[in-house]
Nanobody, 124 residues
């Protein structure tokens, strides 16, 4: 079992920056890949970014590539999402997730554990 707690979501103006954190517990942090997903009102949950067990391999949705950066600190058992140049369309609940495997993946069904989410609201 893995427990995940996201934090850092808040209201921000368009063009601003925000860093989300996801604290993990319950298993060796470096033994699994992780990802960030988001869900806007009335929309399906969508992939944002993913990172492999070591942090050496990442992948991003086209909509955030060049603006968002996913990183992890295995010593602190924490996953991060640095979000720059935020847009109103980035408004959503952001979820971190753990995949019971080492490599990064884009699909939500490939993830085994999920946090409760943190709200990000970007105002124009």
């Amino acid at each position: 079992q893995v427990q995940l707690v996201e934090s850092g979501g808040r209201w921000v103006q368009a063009g601003g920056s925000l860093t989300l954190s996801c604290a993990a517990s319950g298993r060796t942090f470096s033994s699994y890949a992780m990802g960030w997903f988001r869900q806007a009102p009335g929309k399906e949950r969508e992939f944002v970014a993913t990172i492999n067990w070591s942090g050496g391999s990442t992948d991003y949705a086209d909509s955030v590539k060049g603006r968002f950066t996913i990183t992890r600190d295995n010593a602190k058992n924490t996953l991060y999402l640095q979000m720059n140049t935020l847009k109103p369309e980035d408004t959503a609940v952001y979820y971190c997730a753990v995949r019971d495997g080492l490599g990064p993946r884009r699909h939500a069904y490939e993830y085994d554990y999920w946090g409760q989410g943190t709200q990000v609201t970007v105002s124009s």
